[in-house]
């Protein structure tokens, strides 16, 4: 199946490669371009793709703003990742509350791009790897605890031994490969065990589980 991506970025030359680049991939198909927040906004919600990528600065509306904007109109359908030149937390956690579930610096190689747009896609969490650590303890201490379940008990009643340790291990920041290291099972075992984590406790994405691991004392 295709991944249907709207491209936001206010530099058309950034815009041409990444579309370039998207061209070589049988499974990624570029529908549409922004060259602002406004525009990335009203496109995506003409377009309803599957997957915008945006950038943080852009003219008028910013990133974020249009970030916001995109998943109150279109809610989980449209998964959004963040893109910047800039390793700053604030764009990290901003990004993240706004609703993107991707998070990735501008000077990634093109093959840690396309591989950011399809964990994304596929309905999972991914931050860049050189602020994960720092950003989910800023996030999780600050996020309201409205926005989390709050029967964790039993909520947590609901999963399995060893979805518990999966549980851990990805508020760890544990990828799946590692996950599947640790436990000697396979990654499709480990994507499983995440999917069913997700549902039973009703969270969005491997970010809300971490978040969800701080708020009811699961990790320190």
């Known amino acids: ?3 249907r991506v709207l491209l936001a970025d206010d530099h058309a030359v950034f815009r041409s490669g990444v579309r370039a680049l998207l061209r070589t991939q049988p499974d990624l198909e570029c529908v549409g371009e922004a060259a602002d927040g406004g525009e990335a906004v009203a496109e ?3 377009l309803a793709p599957d997957l915008v990528v945006i950038d943080v600065r852009m003219p008028r509306t910013d990133g974020i703003e249009a970030t ?3 998943h109150a109109a ?3 359908r449209t998964r959004v990742l963040v893109l910047t030149t800039y390793d700053l937390d604030e764009y990290v956690h901003r990004a993240l509350l706004a609703g993107a579930s991707g ?3 501008k000077s990634s190689s093109p093959e840690e791009l396309l591989s950011a747009m399809r964990v994304v896609a596929r309905g999972d969490a991914l931050i860049d790897p050189a602020v994960t650590r720092r950003l989910v303890s800023r996030f999780a201490a600050s996020i309201e605890p409205s926005a989390l379940p709050a029967a964790a ?9 060893r979805e518990r340790e999966v549980l851990l291990l990805v508020a760890d920041a544990r990828s799946n490969a ?3 290291d640790l436990l000697h099972i ?4 480990v994507k499983t065990h995440v999917s069913r984590i997700l549902s039973k406790l009703e969270l969005r994405d491997r970010v809300h589980v971490v978040v969800y691991a701080f708020r009811n004392g699961l990790i320190s």
């Open 74 to 76: 279109l809610g989980e």
């Open 68 to 70: 916001e904007a995109i």
């Open 103 to 105: 998070f990735m610096l």
């Open 1 to 3: 199946m295709t991944c």
């Open 44 to 46: 995506a919600v003409r």
């Open 153 to 161: 008990p039993a909520q947590l009643d609901r999963l399995t031994d």
């Open 186 to 189: 396979g990654e499709e075992t």
């Open 178 to 180: 590692e996950i599947a």
